[in-house]
């Protein structure tokens, strides 16, 4: 997630849009998947779901975030996978990123 939501709506679809291919990588590859092409994609998880992941929701997701750039969806989404990518023993890729991880966790309401 490279954008804020204020910034503007055609670069901020066009990176999350950019963003949901490396999440099907990531996510593909801690199962130990190629992931397939775009075209098989819903027939692949219809039929070999991704462990730990509701095939629907995630669908769902990456068609929102693809078409809006939805950054509270991809905050609470990366929620997710993060918690994923810890699981599978890659807690200090993370942390390596130090406080620029928070910038893509959910946020708490401020107002």
Known sequence: ???????PTARRRLDAADSIRFLLELLFALDRRPRPYNKYLEWELARHPLPGWDTGMLLDAARRISGTGDV???RRLFAQVEAAARRAGHGAVLDAWGKDLDLMRPQ???S
């Not at 490279?2 to 910034?7: D, G, I, K, N, Y």
């Open 1 to 7: 997630m490279t954008c804020t939501p204020s910034s």
């Open 72 to 74: 509270p969806l991809q």
């Open 108 to 110: 708490q309401d401020r």
